[in-house]
């Protein structure tokens, strides 16, 4: 599902457990490439906020582990990309912020420049402090069918709030349209070579 008006282009995605999370934080990634953007992460505790950020970092080339930063508020990632560059990805965790006026601490210009990648999880929770949202992510339970039955899984929902968010939502969306055809093909392929194996057998 997307759709776009004059102030945000949107994008809705059915997630049904942790390895589709950080697959489509890879997607994401993919379409970011070195731009600058301010990405907030909404959701309750435990909704894959952490588990998204993931997939998007390691996607830049990041190993190891992507933790919450809950009691640090920032994890700094310097990634070497082509040519000795360096991607700088600043994860963000406010959940045990008790003033926004803390932030000031932090040194927050350092952060939020225009070639870094800042995700932030619970934003409400910097109000004032921080950069306004190029991109907004929601995740959501929702009860998702498929063959097996119903599951409990995840919705995703990306919401643009600049023109630059937008334009990566669009690469999003003709990218996820790309994989799926692929998927779809992939499928049709393997079904059909089933059905040739079953009749050499018959």
């Not at 990218?175 to 018959?202: F, I, L, P």
Request: with cysteine; aromatic share 6%; charged share 25%.
């Amino acid at each position: 599902m997307a759709k776009a008006d004059q102030l945000s282009f949107e994008l809705s995605y059915e997630v049904r457990d942790e390895a589709a999370t950080v697959a489509l934080g890879r997607q994401l990634a993919n379409v970011i490439g070195l731009q600058g953007l301010c990405i907030y992460l909404l959701g309750d505790l435990g909704a894959g906020k952490t588990t998204l950020s993931r997939g998007i970092i390691q996607a830049f080339g990041h190993v190891g582990a992507v933790k919450s930063p809950t009691y640090t508020l920032v994890e700094p990632y310097e990634i070497a990309i082509d040519k000795g560059k360096l991607r700088k990805i600043y994860h963000f965790d406010l959940y045990r912020l008790a003033d926004p006026a803390e932030l000031e601490f932090l040194g927050l210009d350092d952060y939020f420049t225009e070639s870094s990648l800042c995700l932030i999880e619970w934003p409400a929770r910097g109000r004032g402090f921080i950069p306004k949202a190029d991109i907004e992510l929601t995740l959501t339970d929702a009860d998702l069918t498929s063959e097996q039955g119903s599951v409990v899984g995840r919705q995703l929902h990306c919401q643009s709030l600049s023109l630059a968010g937008e334009q990566v939502l669009k690469r999003l969306q003709v990218n996820s349209d790309s994989v799926a055809v692929d998927m779809a093909e992939t499928a049709a392929g393997q079904t059909a070579e089933n059905a040739s194996n079953m009749r050499r057998k018959n």
